[in-house]
């Protein structure tokens, strides 16, 4: 492999990695809410917890100075020998402490067992000492500081000789504990705790859902042309079942939609001029992708373009296209293959029941939705129907079901040049569309793309 060839390898395996990175920031915010409950939810139970174990801690302590009763050194003073005497105090003192004779002596004071921890340190080049006893109880800290200033000398006397202890100063009853209230800390390292497991979590989720997030995707996940990107609209719910389908005819949705569409339309014109591709067939992989209102407003950005447009809703089992073009109910494709209308009688229908007023355009209804669309599309009688709309139409669009879930689309692929997936941002996993595109493939059907919706 050359320099260059090493150099451009390189320089893709960042992009990759950057674009990893970047997909993983974008799940981030679909996560946020429960990273935010965990991070508050942590830290306000390693808050509780640390208040109900607080438990707090008080310390009495004593500063003395010791002084040896001996007699006088020859060079006259006593000041050396008492501090190397202080500070083996002081070295020797946990190990007095810990002895039978003071302990016994003490607790007989007390008239209880010690509970509290006893230390001694000596401040360096002196012979000033500091004792000092930390407990649970304030009280008891003191008194067990002022036994251990009381029987200390007299077992100490053994080691070091008679010592003379006398207190320079001392703290009394603690009145506050050595370990305030405060449980910021633990609060703190709780929601760090908490925004790990969420960032985790976040992870595993990005790991195992990964989805198409970008328009780049289409082309470096799913292998496929990306035709354009359709933005996303704030729509508002006519009721609880049924959202308002916003068409390019639509003044709200015009200005949205009116480039984009011009876009994808002429990605779309150029392939099927190249391809000489006329019937089309729009699918997804799953359901809710948005496929049904992008095969409309694709109708009709082809007949904006003076083009002679057919679109067919062929998802029997769940017709929306009716939805879409707010037309009341009626007989449609699904009574046409069932023989219950002749071909004349549901074209005229389609044409009366056609009263949005676009010219160079028929749109053909599903009808009442049936279980079984598969054997019906099969049927001649669909292939009479497209061979009859390609001698008077430039294009005819086929809405097909979902096809990673139906084998719908698979039928209908027969019939069909093309086909272009619509896919919505961040809901199909791309091992699921792939699959989807398997399965057109199997069909020998012209892949001309993929829409990214809802961006």
């Known amino acids: 492999m050359s320099t260059k060839e090493k150099d451009r390898a390189e320089n893709y395996d960042t992009l990759d990695q950057l674009a990893v990175i970047g997909d993983f920031l974008r799940v981030i915010p679909r996560m946020w809410v429960w990273i935010l409950i965990l991070v508050i939810g942590f830290g306000g139970f390693f808050y509780i917890r640390a208040y109900r174990n607080y438990v707090p801690v008080y310390t009495a302590e004593a500063t003395f100075t010791i002084n040896i009763r001996r007699e006088q050194s020859i060079n006259g003073s006593n000041a050396y020998y008492d501090n190397e005497a202080t500070a083996q105090l002081a070295l020797t003192f946990p190990r007095i402490l810990t002895g039978?004779?003071?302990?016994?002596?003490?607790?007989?004071?007390?008239?209880?067992?010690?509970?509290?921890?006893?230390?001694?340190?000596?401040?360096?080049?002196?012979?000033?000492?500091?004792?000092?006893?930390?407990?649970?109880?304030?009280?008891?800290?003191?008194?067990?500081?002022?036994?251990?200033?009381?029987?200390?000398?007299?077992?100490?006397?053994?080691?070091?000789?008679?010592?003379?202890?006398?207190?320079?100063?001392?703290?009394?009853?603690?009145?506050?504990?050595?370990?305030?209230?405060?449980?910021?800390?633990?609060?703190?390292?709780?929601?760090?705790?908490?925004?790990?497991?969420?960032?985790?979590?976040?992870?595993?989720?990005?790991?195992?859902?990964?989805?198409?997030?970008?328009?780049?995707?289409?082309?470096?996940?799913?292998?496929?042309?990306?035709?354009?990107?359709?933005?996303?609209?704030?729509?508002?719910?006519?009721?609880?079942?049924?959202?308002?389908?916003?068409?390019?005819?639509?003044?709200?949705?015009?200005?949205?939609?009116?480039?984009?569409?011009?876009?994808?339309?002429?990605?779309?014109?150029?392939?099927?001029?190249?391809?000489?591709l006329k019937t089309l067939l729009v699918t997804s992989a799953t359901a809710g992708e948005g496929k049904s209102l992008f095969a409309a407003n694709l109708a009709l950005s082809l007949v904006a373009s003076n083009k002679k447009v057919v679109l067919i809703d062929c998802d029997l089992r769940h017709p929306t296209g009716r939805i879409v073009f707010n037309m009341e109910e009626n007989q449609g494709l699904g009574e046409y293959l069932k023989e219950e209308l002749e071909l004349l009688d549901y074209l005229a229908l389609a044409k009366e029941d056609n009263n949005h007023g676009f010219p160079n355009f028929l749109f053909l209804p599903g009808g009442a939705p049936v279980s079984d669309g598969s054997n019906l599309l099969a049927s001649p009688r669909m292939k009479e129907l497209i061979m009859c709309m390609e001698s008077r139409a430039d294009y005819i669009i086929l809405d097909s079901a979902p096809t990673g879930l139906l084998t719908d689309s698979a039928v209908l692929a027969k019939y069909a040049d093309g086909a272009i997936m619509v896919i919505r941002k961040e809901v199909a996993r791309v091992d699921f569309i792939m699959d989807a595109l398997g399965h057109l493939s199997e069909s020998d059907i012209n892949i001309i793309g993929g829409v990214l919706n809802d961006v």
């Open 100 to 276: 039978d004779v003071l302990l016994r002596r003490v607790e007989k004071d007390l008239g209880e067992p010690v509970t509290g921890s006893i230390k001694a340190v000596q401040t360096p080049n002196t012979n000033l000492l500091t004792l000092s006893v930390t407990d649970r109880n304030p009280q008891k800290a003191y008194d067990t500081l002022n036994s251990v200033i009381e029987n200390y000398p007299s077992v100490s006397e053994r080691v070091v000789g008679k010592v003379n202890m006398n207190i320079l100063d001392e703290s009394g009853v603690p009145r506050s504990p050595d370990n305030k209230k405060v449980f910021t800390k633990d609060a703190l390292n709780g929601a760090g705790i908490g925004l790990i497991i969420g960032l985790v979590w976040t992870l595993l989720v990005f790991m195992i859902n990964r989805t198409v997030q970008c328009e780049a995707d289409i082309k470096k996940k799913l292998s496929i042309n990306s035709l354009g990107v359709v933005p996303k609209l704030n729509n508002k719910k006519r009721s609880k079942e049924t959202a308002q389908y916003l068409l390019l005819t639509d003044p709200k949705a015009k200005e949205v939609l009116q480039e984009p569409f011009r876009l994808i339309k002429n990605k779309v014109e150029y392939q099927a001029n190249k391809l000489s």
